[in-house]
């Protein structure tokens, strides 16, 4: 299975700071069709998991401009450009490239 | 609007059964490929199993090793999870999500249903 590996496990922002979390997998993500299925995920407390970006940089639909997400080869980053209050939480990268789908171990972004 | 339902988790002893269902409204699941994911509580995610649109297909996580199964019922719009031989380490929330269409990811999870093992 491709591991996929997070840094930093947690991180504590200031509201209206910038904000990065790293993703990396294990060996290469491209699919058989091309496309690198590469996506970020952002889990509140209590909440399932939303989808934010797929296809490592496209936005999901009602995802705010602030994230921004990009990456190429086994590299990836999300961004927020200023952290808001609502963005606390977990965020995990997800490969869907290969099956067994699988995810990092979550960044915990703490305000 | 797409939602998913689960339902069917609860207490269960070690070498029981489970069927965990899903309920889908807002999409036709036979349009779809259906994924159940799971998360120990405070852990992280973990794919246990994925049926595909056309139903021919389906795929497990390694840990499954033959003990579960996953279904659909077309009629009733909705997902099942048949687990057997259930271990401690199966304790989790489990969540059903939807795969996209236009591209081999997923999309939206439902609530989820937990799962206990113990004696």
């Known amino acids: 299975d491709i591991v996929m590996t997070q840094t930093p496990l947690s991180s504590p922002v200031t509201l209206g700071q910038p904000a990065s979390i790293s993703c990396r997998s294990s060996?290469?993500?491209?699919?058989?069709?091309?496309?690198?299925?590469l996506n970020w995920l952002h889990q509140r407390p209590g909440q399932p998991p939303r989808l934010l970006f797929y296809?490592?940089?496209n936005r999901f639909s009602g995802v705010p401009d602030r994230f921004s997400a990009s990456g190429a080869g086994t590299y990836f980053t999300l961004r927020i450009s200023r952290v808001e209050a609502e963005d606390v939480g977990i965020y995990y990268c997800v490969q869907t490239s290969q099956y067994p789908d699988t995810f990092g171990q979550g960044t915990k972004l703490e305000i | 609007e797409v939602q998913l339902v689960e339902s069917g988790g609860g207490l269960i002893q070690p070498g029981g059964s489970l069927r965990l269902s899903c309920a889908a409204s807002?999409?036709?699941?036979?349009?779809?490929?259906m994924h159940w994911v799971r998360q120990v509580p405070g852990k992280g995610l973990e794919s246990v199993a994925r049926?595909?649109?056309?139903?021919?297909?389906?795929s497990y996580g390694d840990f499954v090793k033959g003990r579960f199964t996953i279904s659909r019922d077309s009629a009733k719009n909705t997902v099942h999870l048949q687990m057997n031989s259930l271990r401690v380490d199966d304790t989790a929330l489990y969540f059903c999500?939807?795969?996209?269409?236009?591209?081999?990811?997923?999309?939206?999870w439902g609530q989820g249903t937990l799962v206990t093992v113990s004696s």
């Open positions: 060996q290469s993500l491209l699919h058989y069709d091309g496309n690198i299925y």
């Open positions: 296809k490592i940089s």
């Open positions: 807002g999409f036709t699941v036979s349009d779809f490929w």
């Open positions: 999500v939807r795969g996209t269409q236009l591209w081999a990811g997923i999309d939206f």
């Open positions: 049926l595909s649109n056309d139903g021919s297909h389906t």
